[in-house]
């Protein structure tokens, strides 16, 4: 069964500062990987989906890469605002998984005025 | 931007009532799906739906829960007999095509409370 983790559980940063936030899954063999945000109480969003054959995503001041034979992946995000504060959550899609996701238990992100 | 919709946004039910959970999935989406979330918990994988049947289901999904695709547009999980355990956001998702080389879009949830 694939197992996804995520790196850390939570981050605080001051408004303006670059982070990264860290996944990393069991097997190596995935078809994908997808980046989400989830607000408080809220639904998913999804930010950048990176196929197995690809390195990395970019989207606005968000890149996420992808290092499959080390079962890693990062979302990298520029220049924080107080709006990026939400929960960053990965999931893979493998052929263990079939046809569905294997999430992660997410990054909390504080960012602060 | 086309969206997947649930509703409710909440529901309250007794346990051992029936309740029926709705999702408008994206209008040419073939593939739809049920996760949920137990609060503090990571999201699960419920059910996958595809040419009006399950094409893949996890433990959790005994036979208390079933999916429907009632017509064109809508797509309900319905859990029979619930229980205390059954508490969670439930979210609904639908894709193009197959998860493992498209990219799914989830709904804003139903948060289901059990009492």
């Known amino acids: 069964k694939q197992e996804v983790t995520q790196i850390p559980a939570a981050l605080s940063v001051p408004e303006g500062e670059n982070l990264v936030l860290n996944c990393s899954f069991t097997?190596?063999?995935?078809?994908?990987l997808q980046w989400f945000r989830q607000d408080p109480g809220k639904g998913l969003t999804s930010l950048l989906l990176i196929q197995s054959s690809q390195r990395e995503q970019t989207s606005g001041r968000l890149n996420a890469s992808l290092d499959k034979s080390s079962g890693r992946s990062t979302l990298y995000i520029a220049a924080s605002q107080p709006g990026d504060s939400a929960t960053y959550l990965c999931a893979v899609s493998s052929p263990l998984a079939g046809n569905q996701f294997y999430f992660g238990t997410g990054t909390s992100l504080t960012v602060i005025p | 931007e086309p969206e997947v919709t649930q509703t409710p946004s909440h529901q309250v039910t007794q346990m051992g009532q029936e309740v029926i959970l709705r999702c408008v999935p994206i209008s040419n989406h073939l593939y739809f799906y049920w996760y949920r979330q137990i609060l503090g918990q990571k999201v699960e994988f419920l059910v996958s739906?595809?040419?009006?049947?399950?094409?893949?289901k996890s433990e959790i999904f005994d036979d208390q829960f079933s999916v429907e695709r009632p017509d064109g547009s809508n797509f309900t999980l319905k859990i029979r007999s619930t229980k205390l355990e059954d508490s969670a956001m439930y979210f609904c998702?639908?894709?193009?095509?197959?998860?493992?080389?498209?990219?799914?879009?989830f709904g804003q949830g139903t948060r289901l409370t059990v009492v």
């Open positions: 998702a639908s894709s193009l095509a197959r998860t493992l080389n498209t990219e799914a879009f």
């Open positions: 739906f595809y040419n009006n049947e399950i094409s893949e």
């Open positions: 097997d190596s063999a995935i078809y994908n």
